[in-house]
């Protein structure tokens, strides 16, 4: 079976603080790992996706399958970046998401 | 190109009932993914359909059921509403080719069961 888990429910930092969203997954296999974000009253939209090593918006997530996680990194945050962000995976040779309960980040001015 | 769009945006209906939505996937896209988003929880995977025909389901009963057109627009049906099925249902499309798999959201939408 696989699992997302995204430990805090709620995340606040100040302005130009350092942000870390936690995301750990429970997969036996090699899986492809997302992080989607849901601004206020907009769609759920992906954000990055391990495979891709970008970042977006300043965003980067580093996949680390030894701990099995795939944490979601920003230097500075901004106010732009309060939102909700989920975490996601995908199996191999599945195009099923299986997203974790999802974080609230409130960037505080 | 238009993105995914959902109709209702909201719906009550009571226990017991039927229930329709629907989904029209972004021009080009064909393969549409249904989740239900319960409050305070992540999107739960339903089922997909590609190309007409449903190829991936999640753990939810058979009084969940799909279709998809040769449009690749889509409806999820609910048979028998219980007072759970209570949630925002999201529709997602894609044109899975090779390593991209990009699944494009709509807005949902809110189910209430009373």
């Known amino acids: 079976a696989q699992r997302v888990t995204q430990p805090e429910k709620l995340l606040s930092v100040f302005k130009g603080a350092p942000v870390e969203l936690k995301c750990n997954y429970s997969y036996s296999g090699s899986p492809e790992l997302f992080w989607y974000v849901q601004y206020s009253r907009q769609r759920l939209q992906l954000l990055l996706r391990h495979i891709s090593r970008e970042s977006i918006k300043g965003f980067t997530a580093d996949l680390n399958k030894g701990e099995t996680s795939f944490h979601l990194k920003k230097p500075f945050a901004q106010e732009e970046d309060s939102a909700m962000y989920y975490c996601?995976?995908?199996?191999?040779?599945?195009?099923?998401?299986?997203f974790g309960k999802g974080t609230k980040l409130s960037v505080i001015p | 190109e238009t993105g995914v769009t959902q109709s209702p945006t909201h719906l009550i209906k009571t226990r017991g009932q039927q229930v329709t939505l629907r989904c029209s996937s972004q021009s080009g896209h064909n393969t549409v993914s249904w989740y239900q988003q319960a409050l305070g929880q992540g999107p739960q995977f339903i089922f997909q359909y590609y190309r007409e025909e449903e190829n991936g389901r999640g753990n939810f009963p058979p009084r969940f059921s799909g279709l998809q057109f040769p449009n690749y627009s889509s409806e999820l049906n609910v048979n028998a509403l219980e007072l759970d099925d209570s949630a925002l249902y999201l529709c997602a499309s894609s044109f899975p080719t090779g390593s991209n798999t990009e699944a494009f959201f709509g807005q949902g939408t809110r189910l209430t069961v009373v």
């Open positions: 996601a995976l995908k199996g191999a040779g599945s195009y099923q998401l299986t």
